[in-house]
Structures are given as structure tokens and as C-alpha cells.
């Protein structure tokens, strides 16, 4: 599955409270705790919190000395195997201190929606719980000032009563003229700065991005975004961040966006637990809609120590937490209480469940969609019964009849079905359900066409979430191919070394990977055309694997001498009527793509492999692929000039062997050595690599199809980071940035 041995972890700090805390609420916000958070200030227990995924905040004020150091402590226990996938453990997100006002307004209190959007206007709605921790009544003005692009655009203000040792709720709407309208293609953020004035106090005072969009799905026509329909690009990602393990600092979880908006993305789903505030931030400035998803389980396991074992006790608690934390996000459209449930399966209580958990998510949020992720039709109700799903799928609890009559009552409380690896079963779905829009919230690599075509023209499904849009951490080998039938084995999981699920339209790294051009030309986003190759020792033999794998094939044109006027199989991604593949300038015939892909034996020369694609019988693109040289230099290359001097900035910074043009050479992986001095660490080193037995934390690591990433994390003192990265034969490289 992807976790490491069970551990016990204790974090301690001694912090001095400022004199102007006194009198004030002192919370300390957790973004994620993994897990079974135990949280003592002073030695008094102030909290339990077994999720590791949801945020929680712990009031810290009654235990509060000024007098004297204050002793916090956070304990987690490790228990493993918690998920499903490679968790991480400890204090992996944000942990910060938030003091209010005597009166204030907890940010979390704080609901801001758009129930009226039109090109020429538009209406904000703030909904807050302003606090009142005085032991009198209070004549407190709630103002809030929008602003877009450091310009006031609108202002409001309304009083408000507030009642002793009480909570008051208070709303106001503001009008804003010619909107700038938030999507993924314009993703446009307002600041809304929300302050509660009261007598004798400052101005208690939160600003809180917010995006100005209006999203309606209905199965007649799809989505729409302010009016305008959209298809949902979206993929499936894990919450680690590859060579980083589970931290989710933020310029990481931004990269790691950007990089899959680059790969063209346009909606992700949280697959199966809370992401990081980080995370949504970047959705909300990138342009991505977020299925935000809550759990992987109920109260039946998946493995002996996750969810369900305090799925009963704290599902209310940890539903509201989140959506309380992450329903201002205008990226999230659609909120989602599970995945693959066994109990959706049949089970006679799952409707109650279903019901449950809608309405409570509807109590706190009714503006975005409640789904469940991960659902199977019945097979008496598919018009071809024979699977399609994953080969775990689970029995049901019943007849075919019974799970058929549940499945119509449980997807009743739902606003969209989220269907996993059904695309074959879509269109009966819809003649079942004419009036029940539809998502794919998992589909296969291996089924990519048939996934996208099933989708493409049919507005009643809005969108299709592939598995995985980036390599995760964990369910290690679920996506690898092999030649022997035999590989496969009784397990999903290639077990020992494999390390990452090998799944991902994007490596660990978030370097793009073949299937990710594939994916781009597929959904009209690319006219040109990628030309690959498959190892020639694997020409002529048939290609297995998991259904998540891609075919194996590389950029390359680079292979041995042994392999010279021997055959090789060689494929372009492109939209067009034909390509032609020439070898050193010869032409080795034309092949007609299938699916968008042309595929062609050729006979291996090195020199140059040239695609060109043909549209209308004119020529229309090409890609060219080189044989290299040795590697004769190792390469270093930044994404970054400078960074911040405040533990969190990052540098990527990548090294790649090059032959004496400058040109990467895939054939040829040797260990690298890295040293950092400076102000800061060497957070990362790794390569793409899924299946190997290095460690991460040495300061040595091979590379891979001749490419591997290091990631310096920047400390809280301004200076110069100083890298140097050696390897056997080659001359040692060196790589500064300041830290400011």
C-alpha cells in the first residue's frame, strides 16, 4: 500500500503569550494532524483528534499564562495501515496561532456566497457568528470592503447586537457593478475584508479571497459556468507531494497545480480525504474545480487501523470542520462523503447513511453539489452486464434486484452520481435517470479513448477524474505493465520495491510523461504531435498489464548497437489523417492513427526518427526524436532566482545528464551525490523512479532515464544556499540562490 512502520510523535514548544493577548481568544489552527492528535497546553488536555486529514482548531485562552512560558505539546500515534496509500505522519500542514478580538468573528464562522451573478452585477452574501466574550451586551458594526486588484469595488456595513458569552449570527449584501467573474479560464479573486468594530476594542478584522462565479448542472446541459458550459478535464491526485512525502507546504502544492493546469487539467478531485488549505488556494488562483472529498471509508474498513473506526462517532464533526474551513474556495463545485463505499454496494443501512451525511452537508452548505464518489451500477440494471470495473470490486450485499432497488433510493439524495470505471454503462444510466447528471470520478489510463469519447458530446456527463493525473506515493505498482501474463500475481500491488503507484499522467516530479500528451491531443487542446518508442527489446511481444498502466514507450531514439538494423515499434499522439515515419530522412511508410495514435515497425538506425502528420494530405506538424551522444555533462537547472527567507519557499531544482549538445540521454542513469550549505536544507532528492530501494534521506540518488529533482527549502535567515551535485566521471556542479 505505501506507509512506513508505526510511530509514536511528540512535538513541544515553549512560547511566551504577549501581554495583548490577554483578554483576547487565542485558538491554534491545525490544517492536518497525522494522526490521533493529542494536544496539551500547560499540561492540561485540551483535545483529541483522530483524523489525519481534517483541520482542527483547539482554544488555548482559559490555559494561557503571561506570567510564565507556556509548555504546548502534540502527540500523534502513527497507526499503520491507516489509508489505503502512503499517508505521511506528524504535523505534515500548516500549524498556526489566531488571536481575536474580545468581540470577533471566528474565520471559520465566516460564509460567503454569490447568489446572484450577471455580467453587468452581481451580489455577495457575507453570512458571519460574531463572538461575544464579554460579560455585557455589545453595539458591534460588521463592515466588509470588497476589493479586486488593490481597488475598493464595493462596501457595506450593518449594526449588530451582541449578547454576552453568545454568538450572534449577522449577514449583509453587498452589489458589485461589472463583475470580474471567476473560472478556469478567467480566474479572477476579489479580497472581501470582514471587520467587527465594537466599543473599547480594535477592529477585529479577517480578509478572505473569494471568487464571484455562478455553476449549474442539470443533466439536459451539463455544466455551466456563468453561463457558459464547461467539461470537466479532471483527474484523481493523492495528497503527497512526491520526493517530498505528505508536506504540503504551499509553493509545493501550487507547483504542483500549476504543473497539472500545464498538462491541461482543468478540475481535480481530493481523492479520498481533505486536501490542504494550500492546495485550494492554488485551485482558487489557477482556475481548477475541486471535488472535495471527505472519507475512503464508513464503518467498513478497507484496512484494520482507518476510518471506520471512528467513522460513527466523528463524521459530523469532521464533515463540518472541513466544509467550515473550505466552502469560500470558489474552486471546490462539489462536495463528495465517500469513495467506493463497500456499504453503497447493497448494504440495507447505506441509505440511511447517504441521507445523513446529504443533509448534514446541506445544513451547512446548500450553494455546491453533494455527491459520493466511486459508485457501481447494479448489474441488472447495466444493458451489458459484463464487468468493467476494477477487478477488487466488491460483492454486493444482496440480490441483484434488492442492490438495484437501494441504488435508486441512495442516489436520490445525491445532485450528481459519481460512477468509477463505468464508462461503458453511461448511456444506460441515462436512460435510466434521464434527469440525474453525471461524473466519471475514476477512470483507467488503459481506457483513456473510451473514457473521453463516452463523455465528449454527452452533456448529462459533465466530466471525467482520471487515475492519477500525477504519480503518487503508495498503492505501489497498481500501475505498472509487464510481458509475462504471470506478473500480474494475486494482488493489484507489485509489493517490494515498487515505491509509487506508477499511475500518473505526471511523474513524481510532475515531469509530463507520454500518456500526458496523449491526454492533451485527445481533448483538442494540442494540434501538434509527439512521436515515441518502445525499447527494442520489447518489439513484437504483447504488452501487459494492471488496465492503470500506459504502453512503455519513451522520447528516445537511443538504444544499443546490438539493437541496429533489428526492428522497433515506434507510435505518434496526434489528431490527424495520417502519419509518416521517416528513419535518417528515408521514409518507413505511413500508418492511419487509431484512437489518435499511428503505430509503425521500423527498422533502428541511429541517427534521427522524424513523425509527420498529415491533414488533407498536407503536412501538418512533426516530431523528431535524435539518438544521443554519451553524457559528457550534468545539468542543472532552477525554477527559481531567489527565496523567501521564511522556512516555507522552495527551489526545484532538476539535473539532468546531457550529451555534448546539450540534448538528455535516457540511456544512461548514474548516482548523484548532493551537498547544500547555507542558510536552508535539502528538503527533496529523488528521482521518478517507481520501483527502486534507495532512500530518500541520504543525499544520494540515481537517476532515471538520465533525470532526477532536488528541492531546497529556504530557512528563516537571508543568506545564499550553496549546492553542489557530483557524480562519478562527469565535473561537479555547482548552483547558488540568495534567500531574501
Known amino acids: 500500500m505505501g506507509f512506513i512502520p508505526d510511530g509514536l510523535a511528540t512535538y513541544e514548544k515553549t512560547f511566551d503569550a504577549p501581554k495583548e493577548w490577554e483578554g483576547k481568544p487565542v485558538f491554534l489552527s491545525f490544517d492536518g494532524a497525522y494522526m490521533n492528535a493529542r494536544v496539551t497546553v500547560n499540561r492540561e488536555l485540551l483535545q483529541l483528534h483522530p483524523y489525519g486529514y481534517t483541520p482542527f482548531a483547539v482554544e488555548l485562552t482559559p490555559w494561557l499564562r503571561f506570567d510564565i512560558p507556556n509548555q504546548l505539546e502534540v502527540t500523534l500515534q502513527g497507526t499503520q495501515p491507516s489509508s489505503r496509500w502512503y499517508s505521511g505522519a506528524g504535523l505534515y500542514r500548516q500549524v498556526s496561532f489566531w488571536v481575536g478580538e474580545p468581540c470577533y468573528i471566528d474565520p471559520r464562522d465566516l460564509f460567503l456566497t454569490t447568489p446572484v451573478v450577471e455580467r453587468d452585477s452581481a451580489q455577495v452574501l457575507v453570512e458571519a457568528q460574531a463572538q461575544n466574550t464579554t460579560s455585557q451586551p455589545q453595539e458591534a458594526v460588521l463592515e466588509v470592503t470588497l476589493s479586486f486588484q488593490g481597488q475598493e469595488k464595493a462596501r457595506a456595513s450593518v449594526p449588530v447586537t451582541l449578547a454576552p458569552g453568545e454568538k450572534t449570527p449577522c449577514s449583509l449584501t453587498l452589489t458589485v457593478d461589472a463583475p470580474a467573474l471567476w473560472d478556469d479560464r478567467e480566474p479572477n479573486l476579489y479580497q472581501a475584508t470582514v471587520s467587527l ?25 451539463g455544466m455551466k459556468v456563468n453561463g457558459r458550459k464547461v467539461k470537466l478535464y479532471g483527474g484523481c491526485i493523492h495528497h503527497d507531494n512526491g520526493i517530498l512525502g505528505a508536506a504540503a507546504l504551499p509553493r509545493a502544492e501550487f507547483r504542483k497545480i500549476q504543473k497539472l493546469r500545464e498538462g491541461g487539467y482543468n478540475a481535480i478531485r481530493t481523492a479520498h480525504n481533505p486536501p490542504s488549505q494550500a492546495l485550494l488556494d492554488a485551485c482558487d488562483q489557477l482556475g481548477v474545480y475541486v471535488i472535495d472529498e471527505f472519507f475512503d471509508c464508513w464503518r467498513v474498513g478497507k484496512n484494520r487501523n482507518d476510518y471506520h473506526l471512528w467513522f460513527e462517532d466523528w463524521w459530523q464533526r469532521d464533515i463540518e470542520s472541513t466544509i467550515r474551513r473550505d466552502r469560500n474556495h470558489p474552486c471546490v463545485y462539489c462536495w463528495s462523503f465517500g469513495n467506493e463505499i463497500p456499504e453503497a454496494n447493497g448494504a440495507a443501512n447505506a441509505e440511511y447513511w447517504m441521507q445523513a451525511q446529504a443533509d448534514f452537508i446541506r445544513s451547512l452548505d446548500s450553494t455546491r453539489l453533494v455527491t459520493c464518489g466511486g459508485m457501481f451500477m447494479p448489474e441488472c440494471l447495466k444493458a451489458n452486464p459484463e464487468p468493467s470495473g476494477p477487478p477488487t470490486k466488491p460483492d454486493p450485499y444482496c440480490s441483484d434486484e434488492e442492490h438495484a432497488r437501494r441504488f435508486k433510493a441512495m442516489i436520490s439524495h445525491l445532485d450528481i452520481v459519481s460512477l468509477n470505471y463505468s464508462f461503458r454503462h453511461y448511456e444506460q444510466f441515462h436512460k435510466l435517470f434521464p434527469d440525474m447528471p453525471l461524473q466519471g470520478t475514476e477512470t483507467m489510463g488503459s481506457e483513456t479513448w473510451g473514457n473521453w469519447d463516452a463523455i465528449r458530446d454527452n452533456d448529462y456527463v459533465i466530466g471525467d477524474f482520471m487515475w492519477t493525473a500525477i504519480d503518487n506515493l503508495g498503492e505501489a505498482g497498481a500501475g505498472r505493465f509487464f510481458y509475462d501474463p504471470n506478473e500480474m500475481g494475486p494482488s493489484l500491488m507489485g509489493g517490494w520495491p515498487w515505491l509509487s503507484c506508477y499511475q500518473g499522467d505526471l511523474a513524481l516530479d510532475a515531469e509530463r510523461l507520454p500518456r500526458s500528451y496523449y491526454r492533451k491531443v485527445i481533448w483538442g487542446m494540442d494540434d501538434g504531435i509527439y512521436a515515441f518508442t518502445t525499447p527494442p527489446a520489447y518489439t513484437g511481444k504483447p504488452l501487459y498489464g494492471t488496465g492503470w498502466h500506459w504502453h512503455n514507450v519513451l522520447p528516445s531514439w537511443t538504444y544499443g548497437e546490438e539493437y541496429v538494423g533489428k526492428p522497433i515499434q515506434v507510435e505518434a499522439y496526434c489528431d490527424c489523417d495520417e502519419v509518416e515515419f521517416f528513419v535518417n530522412g528515408e521514409s518507413q511508410g505511413k500508418a492511419a492513427p487509431v484512437e489518435m495514435i499511428a503505430t509503425l515497425t521500423v527498422t533502428y538506425q541511429p541517427g534521427q526518427l522524424k513523425a509527420v502528420a498529415y491533414r488533407q494530405g498536407k503536412p501538418a506538424g512533426e516530431s523528431v526524436l535524435e539518438t544521443t551522444g554519451p553524457a559528457v555533462a550534468l545539468r542543472l537547472e532552477a525554477d527559481r532566482q531567489s527565496l523567501a527567507a521564511d522556512t516555507l519557499d522552495l527551489c526545484y531544482v532538476t539535473a539532468t545528464l546531457v550529451d555534448g549538445q546539450g540534448r538528455r540521454v535516457y540511456n544512461d542513469d ?18 521518478n523512479n517507481p520501483c527502486t530501494e534507495e532512500s530518500y534521506g541520504t543525499g544520494r540518488r540515481f537517476t532515471w532515464h538520465g533525470h532526477a529533482m532536488l528541492v531546497l527549502r529556504a530557512g528563516d535567515t537571508p543568506g545564499q544556499l550553496e549546492l553542489t551535485v557530483s557524480t562519478q566521471g562527469l565535473e561537479t556542479q555547482m548552483f547558488q540562490i540568495p534567500t531574501v
Open 197 to 221: 468594530s465594537a466599543p473599547g476594542q480594535e477592529p477585529d478584522t479577517t480578509t478572505q479571497n473569494i471568487g464571484i462565479r455562478k455553476i449549474e448542472v442539470t443533466a439536459a446541459e
Open 670 to 687: 548514474r548516482e548523484l551525490s548532493a551537498f547544500l550549505r547555507g542558510p536552508g536544507t535539502l528538503a527533496g532528492f529523488g528521482s
